[in-house]
């Protein structure tokens, strides 16, 4: 499968080019994450610089802001800022980490309670070569 080999090729650069050994990684979308960050109450995140919606004009402002699900995704496409497809990129990242930050501070009962729903809901993820989803 042409996929597979893509996505080992960029495992391999990324072990190549940091050094660390790539064991794992998940494949999301954004209906997972966007139904995770609900699925956790949201999540906190400063934003750098005002999100502009370039079709309606609707500003979102900077500074500390608690995201749920749909203004996450929101803050995850947006594009149009003077940096482009960075700017996003860089936002991607604050989602991820403030996620991540977010799972990380939950009880083990809520941990529990927050896969039984995934399990439920069959919301849908990939977790390749690992046995278990990690946030490293």
Do not use: A, E, T, Y
């Given at each position: 499968d042409e996929g597979v080999n893509k996505k080992e090729e960029i495992m391999n650069e990324i072990e190549k080019i940091t050094g660390?050994?790539?064991s794992h990684y998940i494949e999301y979308d954004l209906y997972f994450v966007r139904n995770?960050?609900?699925s956790v109450g949201g999540i906190d995140v400063y934003l750098k610089e005002p999100i502009i919606d370039a079709g309606s004009g609707f500003v979102f402002g900077s500074g500390l802001r608690h995201l749920n699900g749909e203004w996450s995704e929101f803050v995850i496409r947006a594009r149009y800022a003077r940096e482009g497809?960075?700017?996003?990129?860089?936002?991607?990242a604050d989602?991820?980490?403030a996620l991540k930050a977010k799972i990380q501070s939950l009880s083990q009962e809520d941990m529990v309670k927050l896969v039984k729903v995934f399990n439920?809901?069959?919301?849908?993820?990939k977790i390749q070569k690992a046995t278990k989803p990690y946030f490293a």
């Open positions: 660390l050994n790539v995770l960050i609900d497809d960075f700017f996003r990129m860089g936002n991607q989602i991820i980490k439920i809901n069959k919301i849908p993820m």
